[in-house]
């Protein structure tokens, strides 16, 4: 890891380029929960009874721990489909102008030991309108912060930090819980007519028409939460882009992990989301692909905006300091735009990056591709494609 020189340094010229940009009229006001609630109610009111049954509204302080009960209860046995709609930003840093949006910071929970969820969205139906089982479940809702703390459990009952974590960021949420007298999809058809606040309703129908669904063998990491980031375009590629949000997609592997061992790809970085070193909290934005092993560590190999090739560092973010290692691939802007094969000596990676830090694993279980561009909110795009991992004489096809 960097260290507090680094970090501090980073700090420094991120204050520089948010200043500047204050100055330039170019970060985006802090959203107006007055204003938001005024229209959306105006919105719900033009759609009237024939669609809306009831509409509950929760203000969700940042510092609030998990877990709210909503007093609405949901799934399919009521027969009615809900819809939460979320507004709002959560600060890690006003003065950095670093925050996250509803969609990364809400998840629901459909009852006390219900899995903890999220949605690729700041929209999500519950009931027989919604989609995967725990959307479809019964049961009390409850509502829950995610940011900067993560999930140790399943059910979100227990955190990988200390809930006092919560007290360092500020901001808040504000979600309504429109519960429908028609189908989920005829109310926010309704809603889109009627003038559609935020676009929130236009956004809910495209995520139920399975707009944001990954690629077919690939899932989001579940407590990075689900995502609208990758796409399978055909011919064994994988697109990506993103713009203030993070998502990790996943597939699963079953391979030995045995000396010369390798990991082949191929990508093309048109964008790249950070704007300085990413070995610092506050700038921790990159593009990467990363193999996951047994002993639960990932190496991520990421291009990086100053970083030289073969620099490595323990992940800075707190929830990721004992579970991922980055290695640089390629540096700078030089072949953005391009398309480029690589091939890592695993093996070698391992013992010259992890050994000091996790045990020589026996397996490689999986393939990642990540992307994050949460902190300074700029667009990252490329694409994957045929990623393949050796193993002795053993040539495993990923992408």
């Known amino acids: 890891m960097a260290g507090t020189w680094t970090d501090l340094t980073v700090a420094a010229r991120f204050a520089l380029r948010t200043l500047g940009r204050r100055l330039r009229g170019e970060v985006e006001a802090a959203p107006d929960l007055d204003a938001f609630r005024v229209g959306f109610e105006g919105a719900l009111g033009e759609v009237g009874e024939a669609h809306v049954a009831s509409c509950r509204w929760i203000d969700l302080p940042a510092t609030e721990p998990p877990w709210r009960d909503t ?5 399919a046995e009521r027969g009615r489909d809900v819809t939460l709609f979320s507004f709002g930003r959560v600060y890690a840093s006003k003065a950095l102008d670093i925050w996250v949006q509803p969609k990364n910071q809400i998840w629901t929970r459909v009852g006390e030991k219900g899995n903890a969820g999220s949605s690729s969205r700041a929209t999500q139906t519950f009931g027989p309108g919604g989609l995967g089982e725990d959307e479809r479940a019964a049961g009390r809702l409850f509502l829950g912060n995610y940011f900067p703390n993560d999930w140790k459990t399943r059910d979100g009952g227990e955190r990988l930090q200390d809930d006092a974590v919560f007290q360092t960021v500020s901001g808040a949420t504000r979600i309504a819980i429109v519960e429908w007298a028609s189908s989920a999809r005829a109310g926010l058809a309704a809603l889109v007519s009627a003038g559609d ?38 011919e064994r590629t994988i697109d990506c882009r993103v713009e203030g949000d993070v998502a990790i997609l996943q597939t699963p592997v079953d391979v030995p992990f045995a000396e010369g061992c390798s990991l082949e790809w191929e990508w093309q970085i048109d964008a790249l989301p950070g704007v300085f070193r990413e070995d610092s909290l506050p700038s921790h934005d990159y593009l990467s692909v ?20 073969e620099t490595g560092f323990v992940c800075p973010l707190p929830n990721w300091q004992h579970r991922e290692y980055h290695v640089v691939v390629r540096q700078g802007e030089e072949g953005l735009g391009q398309r480029h094969r690589e091939c890592r000596d695993l093996s070698v990676d391992h013992r010259v990056h992890l050994d000091a830090h996790a045990p020589t694993p026996t397996r490689i279980v999986g393939v990642w591709l990540i992307a994050n561009s949460i902190f300074a909110r700029r667009s990252g795009a490329g694409r994957f494609a045929n990623i393949v991992l050796r193993s002795g004489d053993r040539e495993i096809r990923v992408l």
């Not at 007093?71 to 799934?75: A, R």
């Not at 690629?215 to 407590?223: I, T, V």
């Not at 002993?295 to 970083?307: A, V």
């Open 71 to 75: 007093g609405v209860d949901v799934g």
């Open 197 to 234: 606040p935020e676009g929130l309703a236009s956004g809910e129908l495209a995520r139920l028409d399975r707009a944001d669904a990954p690629p077919e063998g690939w899932h989001y990491l579940w407590h990075i939460g689900e995502g609208a980031v990758f796409e399978d375009v055909g």
């Open 290 to 309: 990363a193999v996951e092993f047994d002993h639960g560590w990932d190496i991520t190999y990421y291009w990086s905006r100053e970083l030289a090739p």
